[in-house]
């Protein structure tokens, strides 16, 4: 087993090099299921569980993304579910503000202390999302929601029409609509928690259009994944330009680190992907809501003591 022990010069973590692809496939096996990456779980196994607290945690963490989420967009681009024109607004409005996101943490949250208080709202706010969708009645309107859209899980998008300020597309017999400097704006404050935070916001992209926008989950997953894995390519090379300026800082990933995490990220998304339609949805939101909320509390009260 000593063959098998590694030491992360860049993070400085010391581990198996099996423990990270373990971790990372348990993880996105189970949030896969509902439709997100892993990576804001990922992060904080990284902080409190490895010791790895540098800025470049962040970026390590958009690594796994990059690795991880392709095997999933492809899926939904070949059973033709990606809104492109949403895709192209998530992209566009979130770029920007990865940027942005990467700069604050490098000179605004390098602390670990403070980025952990960071961290612990960003999860609290993504647990209260799930928990309302798990209570008795919010449940049962989404399983009924959801019911009456299984049917129509092999059509593909339909015909999309779109303008500076509206698209409009098809999808299950019902037309669909979504206005488009909302979304940039939404797209843009969702870039710079996500390249503070390093998850690329898709987490948190994706409830908002589904409860202000209206939006069918199917066709949403798609484009939220497709921008987390371009906002997460841009992330770490915001980070990599960074770290010319900071040379005394770890801001650069460990790419190392980041691959084993992406590889068994990438098997964990894909076996959740074949395994979904057996595992009820209420049993997933409740495992992925412990999991956040608990992460959460851990880092708000450690801020405090």
């Given at each position: 087993m000593d063959i098998l022990q590694w030491n992360f010069?860049?993070?400085?973590?010391?581990?198996?090099?099996?423990?990270?692809?373990?971790?990372?496939?348990?993880i996105s096996f189970f949030t896969s299921m509902g439709g997100v990456s892993g990576a804001f779980l990922l992060l904080p196994f990284q902080v409190s569980f490895l010791g790895y607290t540098a800025p470049s945690v962040s970026a390590t963490n958009q690594v796994y993304n990059i690795v991880a989420i392709p095997g999933g967009v492809r899926r939904y681009i070949k059973e033709g579910r990606m809104v492109w024109p949403l895709t192209?607004?998530?992209?566009?409005?979130?770029?920007?503000?990865?940027?942005?996101?990467?700069?604050?943490?490098?000179?605004?949250?390098?602390?670990?202390?403070?980025?952990?208080?960071?961290?612990?709202?960003?999860?609290?706010?993504?647990?209260?999302?799930?928990?309302?969708?798990?209570?008795?009645?919010?449940?049962?309107?989404v399983m009924s929601r959801n019911s009456s859209t299984a049917s129509?899980?092999?059509?593909?998008?339909?015909?999309?029409?779109?303008?500076?300020?509206?698209?409009?597309?098809?999808?299950?017999?019902?037309?669909?609509?979504?206005?488009?400097?909302?979304?940039?704006?939404?797209?843009?404050?969702?870039?710079?928690?996500?390249?503070?935070?390093?998850?690329?916001?898709?987490?948190?992209?994706?409830?908002?259009?589904?409860?202000?926008?209206?939006?069918?989950?199917?066709?949403?997953a798609g484009a939220s994944?497709?921008?987390?894995?371009?906002?997460?390519?841009?992330?770490?090379?915001g980070y990599h330009f960074l770290a010319?300026?900071?040379?005394?800082?770890?801001?650069?990933?460990?790419?190392?680190?980041?691959l084993l995490f992406g590889a068994g990220g990438f098997a964990g998304i894909y076996l959740g992907a074949r395994c979904q339609k057996h595992v009820p949805a209420r049993f997933i939101k409740s495992v992925l809501c412990f999991s956040i909320v608990f992460s959460a509390f851990k880092y708000l009260i450690g801020f405090f003591r």
């Open positions: 010069p860049v993070s400085g973590v010391t581990t198996s090099l099996l423990f990270p692809p373990l971790v990372s496939f348990v192209w607004a998530v992209i566009l409005g979130t770029l920007p503000g990865v940027f942005i996101g990467a700069w604050i943490r490098i000179h605004y949250l390098p602390d670990p202390t403070h980025f952990k208080f960071f961290a612990g709202f960003v999860l609290l706010y993504i647990g209260i999302r799930l928990l309302r969708d798990i209570l008795p009645g919010k449940s049962a309107q129509a899980a092999d059509f593909a998008v339909g015909e999309t029409s779109f303008s500076l300020r509206r698209v409009h597309f098809s999808f299950n017999g019902t037309v669909h609509t979504f206005p488009v400097p909302g979304v940039l704006v939404l797209s843009f404050v969702v870039g710079i928690v996500g390249g503070i935070y390093g998850i690329g916001g898709g987490a948190i992209i994706a409830p908002f259009f589904v409860t202000f926008f209206r939006l069918p989950v199917h066709t949403v994944l497709m921008g987390t894995l371009i906002t997460s390519v841009a992330g770490v090379g010319l300026f900071h040379p005394e800082m770890s801001i650069a990933p460990d790419w190392l680190l980041g």
